[in-house]
């Protein structure tokens, strides 16, 4: 897979257990015995952010949004689907590949500050909501796999699900997350070449795939970074 940074900026999508960085010291922190998973070391209240490697699980995330006046939760999931599309880059309009995975990197401290301005943002612009937890994952996040949760509460719904649908937009539009987007041949056919299996589970065995800015901007449209992968 090839990384969508110079050489000089190249990040990874790698689990690193280490301690971090003086530039990041203060901002990041990690959950008791979890160094897979970053935090915001000092959120704006009654907000959770988080990015990590492992799945993403609702209930606990959900538990965070608890509070004794909030009457309803609401809480979206994004997750990879399969999608038949054209070949990155092709001049053939007839859809040949299938997405097979999706892989997130990000800096993380960059990112949570990102994810931490969003839900400080949907609380006050949206009085009424009590709570925001904005989860991402970071990673290979095959087909069916969750790979965002926005969660809002709030007294009543209407403000509930008007600021979840404020806090989602946030984070499509403006978090610095990339992903490589893997395919496999329609019909689980081999890579580039064809003719024939190959390819392990996820697809796209010869490192078939798309770097996509996952932060389109203000024209709400996903942009591609670089070439299409194929070496």
């Known amino acids: 897979m090839p990384s969508p940074f110079p ?12 301690s971090p960085s003086p530039s990041t010291r203060g901002i990041i922190a990690h959950p008791p015995g979890n160094p897979h998973t970053y935090t915001l070391a000092s959120p704006p209240s009654h907000t959770h952010v988080l ?7 609702l209930p606990p995330l959900q538990a965070l949004l608890s509070h004794p ?6 809480l979206f999931t994004g997750q990879t689907r399969s999608d038949l599309q054209p070949s990155p880059h092709s001049t053939n309009p007839t859809p040949t590949k299938t997405t097979t995975s999706l892989t997130y990197t990000t800096y993380p401290a960059l990112a ?12 006050s612009n949206h009085p009424g909501v009590h709570g925001v937890v904005l989860a991402h994952r970071l990673g ?33 539009r403006e978090v610095e997350i990339w992903k490589w987007e893997e395919f496999g041949r ?21 490192g078939d795939g798309v770097w996509r800015v996952n932060f389109p901007g203000r024209d709400g449209r996903e942009k591609e970074v670089g070439g299409d992968g194929v070496g």
Do not use: N, W
């Open 69 to 74: 006046t909030a009457g309803a939760t609401v």
């Open 140 to 172: 290979r996040c095959g087909i069916g796999e969750v790979s965002v949760v926005v969660g809002v509460s709030a007294g009543h719904r209407s403000e509930a699900f008007e600021g979840c649908e404020a806090a989602l937009e946030g984070v499509k």
């Open 7 to 18: 050489p000089s900026t190249s990040t990874t999508t790698s689990p690193s257990p280490s």
């Open 186 to 206: 329609e019909g689980g056919g081999g890579g580039r070449g064809g003719g024939g299996g190959g390819d392990e589970e996820g697809g796209g065995g010869d």
């Open 51 to 57: 990015l990590t490697h492992e799945p993403l699980h």
């Open 112 to 123: 949570l500050r990102s994810l931490s301005r969003i839900a400080a943002r949907t609380t």
